[in-house]
């Protein structure tokens, strides 16, 4: 089985996933062919089609339903395009800007973005609502939402759903079938090279949206479709891919390959138990979350557990650790013990 490199004193799954052995050699050799000549454009898209299934498979749906990218704002951009002139938008406060800034520049369409309170997502749709868009997990809290009320909701006035997976997808289990499109970028938790990114669509979805971004790689022979101006698009979720950005595909794909030899769910319970045994150590409520964060205004903590050889995120003035497979109690005492030292360190909320 393929591991990772060592993650001792490594919280940032939530900021850059690490690479496993494989992943490493995979972009080595990719850059060994280059240097030789011998990369292939053909081979990359063999690549690409892997990986299409890995996700597949990792969410819950058909290959079919899966479309390639490289960002998820990019993704997102495609739905918000799609709304009508004046449609009403539903957010909750502090999510992710590349989740809600492709809705906030439709302004000058009279696209209205309403944002609310994240416990309050479910019961601000309402006759009229267009779209309601938010993350699966929270990326500057660590937040879990219950998807069901907020799908319930937007169903019962047809409005779509958009689901971020991207704080999810390879650490908690999720199933992209009931959302109308979901967006991942597999960067972070799914270990990734950055510049590979996923969504999928529902039907509904498939209807509704244009793929107003698409270009070679969108049509249904890509090697057919290097010239217009004839367009013959693939008639499946394929019409949404964007040209691959080639060499973060080898790596991508051997990460892919090693999350689908995990557990998701074995993952989340690690993951969980390191915040929960954390949460112990400093005497502070347990969250239940594979990301945990702790009130941190001036840095100060961030920057203690930097010296301490710790890696970790600050977001919204609060510090940020995430847990995932690489770490263990080690961690959890090493954290404990840096923030002990830190004159004012408080760790509730």
């Not at 819950?60 to 998820?72: D, K, L």
């Not at 595909?249 to 557990?263: I, K, T």
Request: aromatic share 8%.
């Amino acid at each position: 089985m393929d591991s990772f490199v060592d993650g001792s004193g490594y919280l940032a799954a939530c900021t850059a996933g690490l690479p496993t052995h494989g992943t490493l050699r995979a972009m080595r050799a990719d850059l060994d062919e280059w240097e030789r000549q011998a990369s292939s454009p053909v081979a990359y898209g063999a690549l690409v089609e892997t990986g299409r299934s890995l996700f597949a498979d990792l969410v819950g749906v058909e290959p079919a339903r899966v479309a390639t990218g490289s960002q998820t704002s990019a993704m997102v951009a495609v739905v918000a395009a799609a709304l009508p002139d004046g449609a009403e938008v539903v957010v909750p406060d502090g999510d992710f800007s590349s989740l809600v800034f492709p809705f906030l520049a439709g302004a000058h369409r009279g696209i209205r973005v309403r944002s609310v309170p994240l416990d309050s997502l479910a019961d601000a749709v309402r006759p009229g609502t267009a779209l309601v868009a938010w993350s699966a997990v929270q990326s500057s809290t660590g937040r879990v939402t219950d998807p069901q009320p907020v799908l319930d909701a937007a169903r019962s006035v047809g409005a779509l759903t958009l689901c971020d997976l991207t704080q999810a997808a390879g650490v908690l289990p999720v199933d992209a079938r009931p959302f109308d499109v979901t967006v991942t970028h597999a960067y972070k938790w799914l270990c990734a090279p950055r510049g590979v990114a996923f969504s999928t669509f529902s039907d509904a979805a498939l209807d509704r949206l244009r793929p107003v971004q698409a270009g070679w790689y969108a049509g249904a022979d890509v090697w057919a479709s290097c010239y217009g101006p004839t367009m013959a698009l693939a008639d499946d979720a394929r019409r949404f891919d964007v040209s691959p950005a080639w060499q973060a595909w080898p790596g991508a794909v051997a990460a892919l390959r090693h999350l689908a030899s995990l557990d998701t769910a074995s993952s989340w319970r690690h993951a969980t138990r390191l915040t929960d045994r954390l949460a112990d150590t400093l005497g502070s409520p347990r969250s239940g979350q594979a990301i945990t964060t702790f009130p941190d205004a001036d840095g100060a903590a961030l920057g203690a557990l930097a010296a301490a050889g710790i890696t970790a995120s600050g977001r919204a003035g609060r510090l940020r650790l995430a847990f995932h497979r690489w770490n263990d109690e080690e961690d959890v005492a090493r954290v404990a013990d840096a923030l002990a030292a830190v004159d004012g360190f408080r760790p509730e909320g």
